[in-house]
T-cell receptor, first 116, second 109 residues
């Protein structure tokens, strides 16, 4: 149980295009999902907290107009990188919280974004 | 915000050896988790351990919340244990976690 999926796993796009990444909790409902970013050989940095039916809460320094987050249902959150640039290239990981089980977060497999 | 430091940053082990990874945090926490990130990037939950000791097979973890540290023990290491180990803490509630700096482990045959 407690499986989180992400799609796509890999994406390569041209500079200036927008990219949407989906995060789904497959076998549980998640009222809260989180989006992280990880640069090579670095730790994970929280970008935003996504709550179903409400606006996302962004961490300091994260541009909300650049990284659009939508949490339309209890099993799906999406991250859209708008007008992507090479510096947006990174590994994006989502997680979903299963509060009933010790407030544990379960992580998706991640999406590698390369902007050319 | 809270600072989470892990040591050592890099570790190379011979297969079969034991190791201890440390996580220090600068403030009191509501919970603490240990994760293993495999070479493909997938984060795997190892322990949810805000305090006390837990064991799962060859792995065990201990958190001493009053002294603000946690330890992850790996016994009889295997090559499949290679990867990066992160601790992550929630200090402010709302399940918002801060990840540690990570320990990169390489187990060689």
């Amino acid at each position: 149980g407690a499986v989180v999926s992400q799609h796509p796993s890999w994406v390569i796009c041209k500079s200036g295009t927008s990219v949407k990444i989906e995060c789904r909790s497959l076998d549980f409902q998640a009222t809260t999902m989180f989006w992280y970013r990880q640069f090579p050989k670095q730790s994970l940095m929280l970008m935003a907290t996504s709550n179903e039916g409400s606006k996302a809460t962004y961490e300091q320094g994260v541009e909300k107009d650049k990284f659009l987050i939508n949490h339309a249902s209890l099993t799906l959150s999406t991250l859209t990188v708008t007008s992507a640039h090479p510096e947006d290239s990174s590994f994006y990981i989502c997680s979903a919280s299963l509060v009933a089980v010790e407030e544990t977060q379960y992580f998706g497999p991640g999406t590698r974004l390369l902007v050319l | 915000g809270i600072q989470v430091e892990q040591s050592p940053p890099d570790l190379i082990l011979q297969e079969g050896a034991n190791s201890t990874l440390r996580c220090n945090f600068s403030d009191s926490v509501n919970n603490l988790q240990w994760f293993h990130q495999n070479p493909w990037g997938q984060l795997i939950n190892l322990f949810y351990i805000p305090s006390g000791t837990k064991q799962n097979g060859r792995l065990s973890a201990t958190t001493v919340a009053t002294e603000r540290y946690s330890l992850l023990y790996i016994s009889s290491s295997q090559t499949t244990d290679s990867g990066v180990y992160f601790c992550a803490v929630d200090s402010g509630g709302y399940q918002k976690v801060t990840f540690g700096t990570g320990t990169k482990l390489q187990v060689i045959p």
